[in-house]
């Protein structure tokens, strides 16, 4: 079996995997959800809103400040509803399977052991003086 294969084979895994599934239940829960979809279409309307009166050569700056507190207030509601609560629950699982993944491929196409090379969460202070660099 070549690499592509295997890369193929790979991607059926993850197509399997519960994290993917739950990815995909989430997704079909948004997508039916009629209040969130009408709240993300009222999130839309407002942020074009926003870019039509800032690229206006006279924009005016209350018009836009309550613009952006609507869109705030939106967004607010919207990552409050349960179906986007599980839905980024599941997107946050989906992506930490796929970094490691990645991470893994990486490193050992970079001549570390596959058996060890893992993905590993780095922490920055902010203090660069000391760090050898960023991963």
Do not use: F, W
Request: hydrophobic share 35%.
């Amino acid at each position: 079996m070549d690499i592509i294969q295997m890369a193929r084979e790979l991607g059926k895994e993850i197509q399997k995997d519960e994290r993917y599934l739950n990815m995909q239940v989430a997704v079909q829960n948004t997508d039916k959800d009629a209040k969130l979809q009408d709240m993300i279409g009222q999130y839309n309307l407002k942020r074009m809103s926003i870019e039509s009166e800032i690229q206006k050569p006279d924009r005016d700056q209350e018009k836009l400040q309550a613009y952006q507190q609507e869109l705030n207030n939106l967004y607010e509601a919207i990552m409050k509803i349960p179906s986007m609560i599980a839905y980024n629950n599941a997107k946050v699982q989906m992506d930490a399977l796929l970094r490691r993944v990645s991470a893994i491929i990486e490193q050992s196409a970079s001549g570390a052991d596959p058996e060890t090379a893992d993905y590993q969460e780095h922490s920055c202070g902010g203090e660069c003086g000391s760090c050898s660099g960023c991963h």
